[in-house]
């Protein structure tokens, strides 16, 4: 078995053994009612951590995550309600606009040699600041598209909710996971991790796979950005503080080294999950602070890392 | 094969590339001929790095021209050589250590189906390949779950499969043992009986014999020669090396004043994996010169001397006490001083200014707490540079803008602040231009006639010859002659280093 998938193995048994724990505590919870608000109540979370896992893969990091989805909750609602616009043409813009904003990042990650950490705090206090521009208070969406939206869905079987941004963040996981380890821009993602000089020597444009994975990982954003706009219908320009770092640590428990080259899109997914658990167990139990999502998540994030570090730190060697 | 069939594939005529001040290469010719394996040789500093940067296409020759089977062409990067046909291997893989084996073979040209990469053909090809070069591993491990010999075979794969026209090794062998050379060397053999053009580095002269045709040898940036292997031995080798000509002298007249004194430093039985124990005396006032191939231990030696590396075994006395030296930190405080082989990168502190540099290790030497104030640093530091000959505009201009002769100097004089009892050099004259050698030779024989012990590692055996004691030569990591007085003459060093024991006085 390769290294890699250990960690993931590891984040996997983790993930059940919690869930079972959970169960047997509140039987309630083993439900598709309870999955489906998991899936609902995650979507814009799993997504953001999906464009994450690239950058990390790539030996960078995004910081402006969270305010790329408060810009575009913010901008997605003044183009509804104050410029009258479809919703599905807001959306366009707005995914259009966070895509070209990673480029540019992107863009001066590789040309101008910053680390990504400055490019991408830079970016957070812009897409941040720009949003308090565009409006500072909280704008409510009221379009009919909206509410036909929060009210299809999916009913599985036992009665859960399976609802469109549900569905939207499987798809993204579907799509990544094919991005990731079945085409060569995934190939070249991996390998700006492992080693961009080896890379470069080995033919991988690094310039447009730079350029691509800040693109992809704004772009997603912007995604769940609408998902987090359809969730609460409305535009704030603090809406999704810190998400972030949510999307970090999922990415990190999933099984990613942080330092990139190793990893699985997958493996987010169940990091995002974890979280989500420990969070539904937090209401379930009624009597938890909810700061002990925090702590939970802290010593998952601490135990992760003592885990990659042996791990990684001495590889088998075959002849 | 004659030299008349013999047809140059990749040809460079007439390079020439200036760093700053310093010619890295003057009016350099070199051919590599389809079918052969051509050595290219030379000490550090020699000019080979940079002539295969410039053959790969890293580099932009200031002067001269690339010819590939007889057409000029200008290569923008290395990627570029690649489309031509020219194919490198470097010492450190550079491949993919995350990755598969067989996506490190395929890697920007994998087979797609409906876009997307189609993995089964990637390995059966990857595993086909690799079986022509008699390798049979699972090609869907990552490639940093095998040796570095399977790593180095799978990374010639690669460029041979890319190029297929010129193959540079750029030391392959460095970290590999025994075994995995030979296996390393069959694959070679294999390619050049298909008639790839092979261009071989490396510092092992036992691996050019067993496999080269023809060596090319640089010295200080010119070619001194190109010739075919069956003409030559070791020692011719070894001399067009390391020697301008045979014909300097050792100069006993500088060191007869010399009295030896006391033993100041003894180093017994000292060893290290990959190291032979050593005994080493060195006395009051005397220079141990070493002289040796890269490769050959000389920097390892001093390395584990100043505890940068850790003894395994063997002890160390100063003035007869024994001290124990794990790190550099003992070293400082046993009164011993080190001044590294590559001075940018472990020596200067660069955007530091001159004064602080002086003073650096002697304030580590105090500690935190004994703070050097400001008048006693420019005193100190005027000190020394007077005392050395230091040519700084101001003492508190960063030394990073001096010349290479000067930094070295402001080395010497961080040293000679904390008063040592035993100074380590390595390579005191590399990168320094060629005038400047003298002024370094002299400050040597100077700080000998003070009475400091001191230990230098150099390859310019003129240098060495000029102002050591005694020459212990080194060769595969052994120290294995040890020469002194009237026996210090340049023929008996080159022997000793090519290793023809009938001629070498014991």
């Known amino acids: 078995m390769t290294r890699s998938l250990r960690p993931l193995l590891a984040t996997t048994l983790i993930f059940l053994f919690a869930y079972l724990l959970a169960v047997t505590q509140h039987p309630a919870m083993f439900s598709t009612r309870v999955l489906g608000n998991f899936l609902t109540d995650n979507a814009f979370l799993g997504i953001a951590a999906v464009g994450m896992t690239f950058v990390i893969l790539s030996g960078g990091i995004d910081l402006s995550v969270g305010a790329v989805i408060g810009f575009t909750t913010v901008l997605i609602a003044v183009l509804i309600m104050w410029l009258s616009l479809h919703p599905l043409v807001a959306f366009a813009i707005a995914l259009t606009v966070a895509a070209c904003f990673g480029a540019v990042m992107g863009a001066a990650i590789h040309y101008l040699k910053v680390p990504s950490f400055i490019v991408t705090l830079a970016g957070m206090f812009l897409a941040r600041g720009g949003a308090s521009v565009l409006s500072p208070d909280s704008i409510g969406i009221q379009h009919a598209f909206y509410s036909g939206v929060s009210k299809s869905y999916i009913l599985m079987p036992g009665g859960g909710r399976l609802t469109v941004v549900g569905i939207i963040m499987l798809a993204v996981f579907a799509v990544a996971i094919l991005l990731a380890h079945r085409t060569r821009f995934g190939s070249n993602v991996y390998a700006l991790g492992g080693s961009e000089t080896s890379a470069a020597l080995m033919g991988v444009p690094v310039a447009r796979t730079t350029i691509a994975i800040y693109a992809l990982s704004s772009f997603l954003a912007g995604l769940a950005g609408v998902v987090f706009s359809l969730y609460t219908s409305a535009g704030y320009s603090l809406n999704a503080l810190g998400v972030e770092l949510d999307a970090i640590a999922a990415v990190v428990i999933g099984g990613t080294l942080l330092t990139g080259g190793y990893g699985f899109v997958a493996g987010t997914f169940i990091g995002v999950m974890l979280q989500g658990l420990v969070q539904t167990y937090i209401v379930f139990d009624g009597t938890l602070s909810s700061w002990w999502t925090k702590i939970v998540v802290g010593v998952l994030l601490f135990m992760f890392i003592v885990l990659q570090r042996l791990v990684f730190r001495a590889g088998p060697r075959r002849t | ?506």
């Open chain 2, 1 to 506: 094969m004659t030299d008349a069939a013999a047809r140059p594939v990749l040809e460079a005529r007439g390079i020439v590339k200036v760093f700053g001040q310093h010619r890295a290469l003057d009016n350099v010719d070199f051919a590599a001929n389809a079918g052969e394996v051509h050595a290219l040789l030379g000490e550090n500093g020699a000019g080979k790095s940079t002539l295969i940067k410039i053959l790969t296409g890293a580099y932009h020759p200031d002067a001269g021209e690339l010819l590939l089977d007889g057409q000029p062409i200008h290569l923008r990067d290395p990627l570029h050589g690649q489309g031509y046909g020219i194919g490198t291997v470097y010492q450190e893989v550079n491949l993919l250590p995350n990755r598969s084996v067989s996506e490190n073979l395929f890697l920007g040209r994998q087979p797609t189906r409906f876009g997307l990469v189609d993995r089964r053909r990637i390995d059966a090809q990857a595993r086909d390949l690799l079986s022509r070069y008699g390798l049979d591993i699972d090609v869907r491990a990552e490639l940093s779950e095998y040796s570095v010999a399977v790593q180095q075979i799978v990374a010639i794969a690669r460029a041979v499969e890319l190029s297929g026209k010129v193959l540079v090794l750029d030391e392959p062998t460095a970290s590999l043992d025994r075994n995995e050379v030979q296996r390393l060397f069959e694959v070679v053999r294999g390619l050049k009986a298909k008639g790839l053009a092979i261009i071989f580095i490396t510092h092992f002269l036992d691996q050019v014999f067993d496999l080269a045709d023809r060596v090319t040898i640089l010295r200080n940036g010119r070619k001194v020669a190109t010739q075919r292997l069956d003409t030559l031995n070791t020692t011719d080798v070894v001399r067009m090396m390391l020697g301008k000509d045979v014909a300097f002298e050792h100069h006993p007249t500088a060191l007869t004043g010399s009295t030896r004194g006391q033993v100041r430093v003894a180093f017994k039985g000292l060893n290290r994996k990959g190291l032979a124990p050593f005994d080493l005396a060195v006395h009051e006032g005397e220079v141990v010169g070493v002289a040796g191939l890269l490769g050959s231990g000389r920097t390892e030696v001093a390395r584990l001397m100043f505890g940068v590396d850790g003894a395994e075994g063997g002890e160390i006395l100063v003035d007869g006490r024994p001290v124990t030296i794990r790190n550099p930190a003992q070293a400082v405080a046993a009164g011993f001083g080190f001044c590294p082989e590559d001075r940018k990168l472990d020596g200067i502190f660069g955007d530091l200014s001159v004064r602080e540099n002086i003073i650096i290790a002697l304030q580590a030497k105090l500690g935190w707490f004994r703070a050097l104030n400001r008048e006693d640093q420019v005193e100190l530091a005027g000190r020394y540079a007077e005392a050395l000959d230091i040519r700084a505009a101001n003492h508190d201009m960063p030394v990073k803008l001096l010349s290479g002769g000067n930094q070295q100097k402001v080395i010497l004089a961080r040293w000679l602040a904390i008063d040592p009892t035993f100074l380590i050099l390595d390579e005191p004259t590399r990168g320094i231009d060629v005038g400047a050698h003298a002024e370094i030779v002299r400050t040597i024989n100077r700080l000998r006639e003070e009475g400091l012990a001191l230990f230098v590692i150099s390859s310019e055996l003129d240098e060495v010859v000029a102002y050591s004691n005694r020459i212990v030569v080194m060769r595969d990591r052994e120290m294995v002659a040890e020469l002194a007085g009237p026996d210090i003459a340049s023929d008996a060093i080159v022997q000793a280093i090519a290793g023809t024991p009938q001629e070498v006085r014991p």
